[in-house]
Structures are given as structure tokens and as C-alpha cells.
């Protein structure tokens, strides 16, 4: 999860959206709370109708998020037009309709990146990088991460104005 929320603010995700199952708040959910409070960013999160938009909030209180989140309730599918620019999402394939966001996600064409998590769980075929794949300006890499995690970066997502980077190692 760490990977993820350091994913998101390294590349200065200004929008970021998760599209859950059925679990409610989760490590993800608070890394990307996290990640879009270090970048002054904005993360929607997609509950299930069962969870309590409330309750969600009070978890992230404690860690003083509860104001870098918004929890909405509803079919993303429906509510996600509204959206524009998505720099970073996250769709578990737990979730019925999850193909059909591919085609209505309105991603920043100057770059952004999709995760895909659960793809053991996916019953309906392909994945977002799998359907992309080929394309001019499209990686896509699976990874054995939890229940299998797919992550496909679109576009330019780096600033080559920094170039830089700084690695620590613990012993």
C-alpha cells in the first residue's frame, strides 16, 4: 500500500479516485488519503451502499484525513462523468461493472496511472492494461502483489525537469 501512496505523490497526482468493493476503508484507502494530503491533491473514494460515510470518516479522523477524502455513495459508473483529468485510480475487480469504467474514465492525458487490484477475483476478462496494451505511450506491468495488482501508466507521468531521485538503505 505504501508502494501505491508513494506512486501517487511522486508523480503529484492532483485527483485521485478509488472504486471499492464491498470492504469500506482499507490500508489502500488511508495510503491514498495520505498521498492526496501530501500533494494537496483531492481523493474520491466509492463506497458501497452498506458502508457508512460516517463511520469512514471517523477511521480517517484519528490520523487528521478525514478532510482529504471525499466518500461518495452510488454507481461510479454513473457518478465518475463527472470527474475529469484523473491523474491516478484505483479500481478493485471485485466490483461488478468494472470494465465498463474503462471506457467512461476521463484520465489526464499528460499522464496518469490506473491500478487494478483483486485480479485474481476478475471474472470478466481483460484488464485496463490488457486493453490498452500496444498503444502508443501505454505500460503495463501485473504484479503478484495481495490478490494480484495491474498497474498501467498512460502518458508522460514524470516532470523531466527533476530528474533526481534519492534512495536510503536500512540496515
Same mark, same amino acid.
Given at each position: 500500500?505504501?508502494?501505491?501512496?508513494?506512486?501517487?505523490?511522486?508523480?503529484?497526482?492532483?485527483?485521485?479516485?478509488?472504486?471499492?468493493?464491498?470492504?469500506?476503508?482499507? $490500508?489502500?484507502?488511508?495510503?491514498?488519503?495520505?498521498?492526496?494530503?501530501?500533494?494537496?491533491?483531492?481523493? #474520491?473514494?466509492? *463506497?458501497?451502499? %452498506?458502508?457508512?460515510? %460516517?463511520?469512514?470518516? !471517523?477511521?480517517? !479522523?484519528?490520523?487528521? *484525513? /478525514?478532510?482529504?477524502? %471525499?466518500?461518495?455513495?452510488?454507481? $461510479?459508473?454513473? #457518478?465518475?462523468?463527472? !470527474?475529469?483529468?484523473?491523474?491516478?485510480?484505483?479500481?478493485?475487480?471485485?466490483?461488478?461493472?468494472?470494465?465498463? *469504467?474503462?471506457?467512461?474514465?476521463?484520465?489526464?492525458?499528460?499522464?496518469?496511472? #490506473?491500478?487494478?487490484?483483486?485480479?485474481?477475483?476478475? %471474472?470478466?476478462?481483460?484488464?485496463?492494461? /490488457?486493453?490498452?496494451?500496444?498503444?502508443r505511450g501505454i505500460e503495463c506491468v501485473t504484479l503478484s502483489?495481495?490478490?494480484?495488482? /495491474?498497474?498501467?501508466?498512460?502518458? #508522460?507521468?514524470?516532470?523531466? /525537469?527533476?530528474?533526481?531521485?534519492?534512495?536510503?538503505?536500512?540496515?
Amino acid at each position: 500500500m505504501e508502494f501505491l501512496s508513494a506512486l501517487a505523490a511522486g508523480n503529484q497526482a492532483k485527483l485521485m479516485l478509488q472504486v471499492l468493493s464491498n470492504e469500506g476503508v482499507n $490500508p489502500l484507502t488511508m495510503a491514498l488519503t495520505v498521498a492526496a494530503k501530501h500533494c494537496r491533491g483531492w481523493f #474520491v473514494c466509492f *463506497l458501497d451502499q %452498506e458502508q457508512d460515510i %460516517e463511520d469512514c470518516k !471517523s477511521q480517517l !479522523s484519528c490520523y487528521d *484525513l /478525514e478532510d482529504a477524502v %471525499e466518500f461518495m455513495h452510488g454507481n $461510479p459508473c454513473e #457518478v465518475i462523468t463527472q !470527474s475529469k483529468n484523473i491523474d491516478f485510480a484505483v479500481i478493485d475487480c471485485k466490483f461488478k461493472d468494472y470494465l465498463r *469504467l474503462f471506457q467512461i474514465i476521463d484520465l489526464n492525458r499528460r499522464g496518469s496511472i #490506473v491500478v487494478l487490484t483483486n485480479l485474481v477475483r476478475k %471474472e470478466n476478462g481483460a484488464g485496463f492494461g /490488457e486493453v490498452l496494451r500496444g498503444k502508443r505511450g501505454i505500460e503495463c506491468v501485473t504484479l503478484s502483489i495481495g490478490e494480484g495488482m /495491474e498497474l498501467t501508466r498512460i502518458g #508522460v507521468t514524470c516532470n523531466h /525537469e527533476n530528474k533526481r531521485f534519492h534512495v536510503t538503505y536500512e540496515n
